[in-house]
């Protein structure tokens, strides 16, 4: 079994329409189930949608692709996501199901409904990713006016993934620096696995106003430490 995660967290990196038919070989070549997380599906500014490996031709007895309304439709309080799989593995899940979590509370079904059938609900999503566009960009800008920054600009979610190496700290120890000299809360790149050293993940789910007050405060951390 694969497991994919696109758009990506904590990178934003979305894979495109070549790397899932790749994928999609690979699957059907040696048999693989793929569970695809998709659940930041519907945050990219490129596109309306991201691709996804489950509509490549034959994959719709190789994928179980997992969404919900938390992401695309600021529903994460609701906790209401949802599954498509080929029917054995449905069956299975739904069976699952029953003693750890039986459903979602019907008054969150009911929220989600409305959230992906409305045309108010659409509108409302689009422009919430004019918002986080704008916020990426604003962030993006920001970090790489701060000296040792090097990023990245992501296509989708809402985080940044900047390498950090050149400020010569390590990415524990500049989030710690952060939280506490700069009352910036931000997560080591290494809590995510090796490659993640030297990178911290930032989360641009947050207002203009506070993003460019924690750019402030980022920079004058870095000047204090150099």
């Known amino acids: 079994m694969l497991l994919l995660n696109s758009p990506h967290n904590p990178t934003g990196g979305v894979l495109d329409e070549p790397d899932c038919a790749r994928i999609a070989d690979l699957a059907i070549e040696h048999g693989l189930f793929l569970v695809s997380d998709e659940v930041y599906g519907d945050l990219v500014y490129d596109r309306r949608r991201a691709p996804s490996v489950l509509s490549q031709p034959g994959m719709a007895a190789h994928v179980i692709c997992v969404d919900s309304v938390s992401k695309g439709y600021a529903m994460c309080g609701w906790r209401v996501g949802f599954a498509v799989a080929p029917p054995v593995l449905a069956r299975r899940l739904q069976a699952l199901m029953l003693p750890v979590g039986l459903c979602a509370p019907s008054i969150g079904q009911v929220a989600a409904l409305e959230a992906l059938t409305s045309p108010a609900s659409a509108a409302a999503a689009a422009r919430m990713r ?3 566009r704008r916020r990426r960009d604003t962030m993006l800008a920001g970090l790489l006016r701060i000296p040792g920054f090097r990023c990245a600009r992501p296509a989708g979610a809402f985080y940044l993934l900047p390498n950090i190496e ?3 700290l390590s990415d524990v120890e500049l989030a710690k620096r952060l939280l506490l000299e700069g009352g910036v809360t931000t997560l080591p790149g290494s809590a995510f696995g090796a ?8 989360s641009y789910a947050a207002s203009l106003e506070d993003i460019e007050e924690g750019l402030r405060r980022i920079g004058r951390v870095l000047e204090d430490h150099v």
Do not use: H, I, K, S
């Open 166 to 168: 050149e400020t010569g």
């Open 130 to 132: 004019d918002e986080f």
């Open 195 to 202: 490659q993640g050293n030297g990178r911290l993940r930032l």
